[in-house]
């Protein structure tokens, strides 16, 4: 009999082969939908580890995408740095941006977390405004014609070219989703759960909460960078948008709609929302109402989030 763990493992390897050969039936532009969805679910999975498993909701989370988007897309478009370092550079920034806005944020709880951390997205988003003679603010920045091809051994890889952006943007995803699944059923992720389900328990075993909640944030704020490093790289643009407090809102509802405390529940949630939006935009003009009624109808009919309600039906090796 097969055990469950190797039931998890061979779900989330099938997913992903699927995701790898859906490539050579989608149109060039369909590809870079579906590298768009791919990259925002690697941010929702990211978001995740906080919401799901630690029970921490940020609506600050913006700040990290834009640090990693930044962070990678102004080393190349002022230095001309290469494609390898500005994406590490634009890591690093969220790591460093996470780090200290978790040790300042985790001094409270509850609702003023969330609020705490929506200050400090607004400081950012405010700060791309500020130095708008480097971000250019509302107007971005163009990264096309600074940004030299990928060198990879004896491949050389053009970025804005739909396969390699849609190959890489899988990459970013499959390392997050198997990340994510190893961590949350490894000891560390136990302790997370046992701090959002009991924390003083936790704590009399001797785990820390600070330090574990610490750690999740900045897990989750590097994760969310190396979306925005991406997404700049392979886009080729950099938009103070990223930074508004709408990517902070996004995330989170992804999170609740595909399953809150699911591995894949990320990917649904962003991909339903990304083709709902799609789809009902060629219909009518009022599209965010539909859409909106939509996710209104999921939710009230699956409170868990739509991957929540099959994990529900059929068991939690599911997922």
């Known amino acids: 009999m097969i055990s469950a763990g190797r039931k998890i493992l061979a779900l989330h390897l099938g997913v992903l082969a699927g995701l790898g050969l859906l490539q050579f039936v989608l149109s060039p532009f369909h590809q870079g939908m579906v590298a768009r969805v791919l990259l925002f679910s690697t941010y929702a999975i990211g978001y995740n580890l906080l919401l799901g498993y630690t029970g921490l909701m940020s609506l600050g989370h913006a700040l990290f995408l834009a640090a990693g988007l930044y962070g990678a897309g102004l080393p190349v478009y002022y230095l001309g740095a290469h494609p390898a370092p500005a994406f590490f550079s634009g890591v690093l920034a969220s790591l460093?941006?996470?780090?200290?806005?978790?040790?300042?944020?985790?001094?409270?709880?509850?609702?003023?977390?969330?609020?705490?951390?929506?200050?400090?997205?607004?400081?950012?988003?405010?700060?791309?405004?500020?130095?708008?003679?480097?971000?250019?603010?509302?107007?971005?920045?163009?990264?096309?014609?600074?940004?030299?091809?990928?060198?990879?051994?004896?491949?050389?890889?053009?970025?804005?070219?739909?396969?390699?952006?849609?190959?890489?943007?899988?990459?970013?995803?499959?390392?997050?989703?198997?990340?994510?699944?190893?961590?949350?059923?490894?000891?560390?992720?136990?302790?997370?759960?046992?701090?959002?389900?009991?924390?003083?328990?936790?704590?009399?075993?001797?785990?820390?909460?600070?330090?574990?909640?610490?750690?999740?944030?900045?897990?989750?704020?590097?994760?969310?960078?190396?979306?925005?490093?991406?997404?700049?790289?392979?886009?080729s643009h950099l938009s103070n948008a990223f930074a508004s407090i709408l990517y902070s809102i996004y995330p989170l509802l992804w999170v609740l709609l595909g399953g809150a405390g699911t591995t894949l529940g990320p990917l649904v949630g962003v991909a339903f929302m990304t083709y709902a939006v799609e789809i009902a935009s060629s219909l009518t003009s009022a599209y965010l109402v539909v859409v909106g009624l939509a996710l209104v109808l999921v939710i009230m009919g699956l409170p868990h989030g739509i991957m929540g309600g099959v994990r529900a039906r059929w068991g939690r090796w599911f997922l």
Do not use: C, K
């Not at 950012?124 to 003679?133: A, E, H, P, Q």
């Open 96 to 235: 460093l941006i996470a780090a200290l806005v978790g040790a300042l944020s985790l001094r409270t709880t509850g609702v003023a977390f969330s609020i705490v951390t929506m200050m400090f997205g607004q400081v950012g988003y405010l700060m791309t405004l500020y130095f708008n003679r480097i971000t250019l603010g509302d107007q971005g920045l163009v990264l096309a014609g600074r940004l030299s091809p990928l060198h990879l051994g004896n491949w050389t890889l053009t970025l804005s070219t739909p396969v390699v952006r849609y190959n890489l943007a899988l990459l970013l995803f499959a390392g997050a989703l198997l990340a994510s699944l190893w961590l949350v059923r490894s000891p560390f992720g136990r302790v997370l759960v046992g701090l959002r389900e009991h924390e003083e328990r936790a704590r009399m075993l001797g785990y820390s909460p600070f330090l574990y909640r610490w750690l999740a944030i900045v897990i989750s704020g590097g994760i969310s960078g190396a979306v925005g490093a991406a997404y700049a790289l392979l886009f």
